[in-house]
């Protein structure tokens, strides 16, 4: 058994998350002893996008009806196009993300590619120190965060990384956010 065991990571993404931005992170997730909860729109599965064309399908846990904020010890967010960009329209995400800077802790989100466009949604970037994929750095700018280009981002509790190369890097910083929590 590891400190990590029985904590749960929220893992929320839709039809069009890049495909190594959510596959990868949730093996070393659960490598590292976490549980790990896929949160989507809606039951059964959901479709990746892998670089240049749809897929691999993954089992959906939650919906975010049935999701609680509260019962996660962080987040993440997948990119890819399609992904973010939808969930942004959807006030149940919106919400959900801002959850994780509330309940008096704030707990990690991470999110890479282009899911900082959620958290430009959530309104949690202003003054924060950011990366991201390139074509969103102007918005990120727009919302009053600091864009680094950067393999990965660590301001507060908030994790950003780049693309799929900064995959490795991004997921270091999760498990190490995730574990500074639960010693804390």
């Known amino acids: 058994m590891t400190e990590s065991d029985n904590i749960s990571v929220a893992i929320l993404a839709t039809d069009g998350f890049e ?3 959510l596959i990868k992170p949730k093996q070393a997730l659960e490598s590292a002893g976490f549980n790990v909860d896929i949160i989507s729109l ?16 993954v089992a959906v846990d939650l919906t975010l009806g049935e999701a609680k904020p509260s019962k996660y010890a962080g987040l993440v967010l ?13 006030k149940s995400a919106v919400k959900f ?8 802790n704030k707990r990690p989100i ?25 074509s969103i750095k102007t918005d990120l ?6 864009w680094i280009d950067l393999k ?25 956010a995730l574990q500074q929590d639960t010693i804390n």
Do not use: M, Y
């Open 110 to 134: 991470a999110a890479i590619c282009h899911g900082p466009w959620l958290l430009i949604e959530a309104q949690l970037v202003e003054g924060k120190t950011l990366t991201s994929f390139p």
């Open 42 to 57: 809606k039951k059964g599965d959901i479709t990746a996008w892998d670089e240049d064309h749809w897929g691999e399908k």
């Open 97 to 104: 993300i801002q959850a994780f800077s509330q309940f008096g």
């Open 141 to 146: 700018k727009n919302a009053g965060a600091d």
């Open 19 to 21: 495909q190594s931005e």
């Open 152 to 176: 990965v981002a660590v301001d507060d509790n908030l994790i950003t990384s780049r693309n799929p190369n900064d995959l490795d890097a991004f997921n270091e910083a999760i498990i190490e």
């Open 78 to 90: 997948p990119g890819g196009l399609f992904n973010p960009d939808r969930l942004r329209q959807e």
